[in-house]
């Protein structure tokens, strides 16, 4: 939470002045000003992380039906041919890299 805070003030000269004036002052409306930005920017922290997991859970997901689809294939493979086909990979996760020939 330290870490977050100094994060905060060297986001903006604003938000420093802010805290500084909240402390010199001490009345309501300067510490509560500081108070809700900081809220603000932990909202838009949290928001950016949660972005950041959902594409990585996503892309593990991709990975795994990219992977369950490969076995198919090489299952399929054997059933029709007798022997396993070599299957050509792809840097992308393109469906024509899955389709039988």
């Known amino acids: 939470m330290d ?3 100094r994060s905060f003030l060297e986001e ?14 001490k009345n309501q409306t300067s510490i509560e000003s500081p108070n809700k930005k900081f809220n603000d920017y932990l909202f ?5 992380s949660y972005i950041k997991k959902s594409i990585a859970f996503a892309a593990i997901d ?3 039906k990219e992977s369950t689809l490969r076995e198919k294939r090489s299952l399929r493979s054997i059933l029709i041919y007798g022997k396993v086909r070599p299957v050509k990979r792809k840097n992308s996760l393109s469906t024509r890299a899955l389709r039988m020939p």
């Open 3 to 5: 870490h977050l805070a």
């Open 12 to 25: 903006d000269t604003e938000n420093r002045d802010l805290y500084i004036n909240g402390i010199l002052l």
């Open 44 to 48: 838009r922290i949290n928001l950016c």
């Open 62 to 64: 991709l990975k795994k």
